[in-house]
């Protein structure tokens, strides 16, 4: 199957600082890459959609300028988290489609970064 | 607006017992359905998919999953369960008019007793 691959897997950093989540698509091409997030006991929640070459979509209450997603090639897509707070603290977790498939395909996961801001 | 329901948010089954993980949707059309497992700290593992056709899935590790229009569900099962089976199991939603952004639900944390 396809392989999704993130980095870091874990990631500790001082609140205030900026942190680079990578989510590459390791044997496929993705047009499409999702983010989610992941709090402790709770459901994933779509952050945003990212398109290759095009801005990213945020869903609402999502603010774009603290979660800056970046999708500059078919096969990378990283998230910045900018300032880091205690309260950003969680799982975060990118998906990818591989490119040309209809939508009804399915997205591939990676297998997550734990982020922790102390 | 899309939303998927798993009421039940912690089960625990014997080892060798049957089990069902019951989901409901609401949403305008046909679905995309999926089933995803979660160990501890990991991603997800596609179990199972719906899209069309028959109505009963098989997916990986001997779960299977029933589509039923009627009463909006596609609650997931096994006939029986494996100690290695213990995870979080997460039904979702197929958005196809948003590039078919997935919708989650909360999530059933299944617990298997020896």
């Known amino acids: 199957g396809a392989v999704v691959s993130q980095h870091p897997s874990r990631v500790i950093c001082k609140s205030g600082t900026s942190v680079k989540i990578e989510c590459r698509s390791l044997d496929f091409q993705a047009t499409t890459m999702f983010w989610y997030r992941q709090f402790p006991k709770q459901s994933l929640m779509l952050m945003a959609t990212?398109?290759?070459?095009?801005?990213?979509?945020?869903e609402q209450g999502v603010e774009k300028d603290k979660f800056l997603i970046n999708h500059a090639s078919l096969t990378l897509s990283t998230l910045t988290v900018t300032s880091a707070h205690p309260e950003d603290s969680s799982f975060y977790i990118c998906?990818?489609?591989?490119?040309?498939?209809?939508?009804?395909?399915?997205?591939?996961f990676g297998q997550g970064t734990r982020l922790t801001v102390v | 607006a899309q939303s998927v329901t798993q009421p039940d948010i912690h089960i625990t089954v014997s080892e060798g017992a049957s089990l069902e993980l019951r989901c409901n949707y609401s949403y305008g059309a046909t679905p995309y359905l999926f089933w995803y497992v979660q160990s501890p700290g990991q991603g997800l593992q596609l179990l199972l998919k719906y899209f069309s056709g028959d109505t009963l899935v098989q997916g990986i590790k001997g779960f299977e999953a029933e589509f039923k229009r009627s009463q909006s569900s596609f609650n997931l099962r096994k006939p029986s369960v494996h100690w290695s089976d213990a995870a979080e199991y997460f039904c979702a939603v197929g958005i196809p008019e948003y590039g078919n952004k997935l919708v989650f639900g909360a999530g059933t944390i299944l617990r298997v007793k020896s």
């Open positions: 998906s990818a489609r591989p490119m040309g498939q209809r939508l009804n395909t399915e997205a591939f």
């Open positions: 990212s398109n290759e070459g095009s801005k990213a979509t945020y």
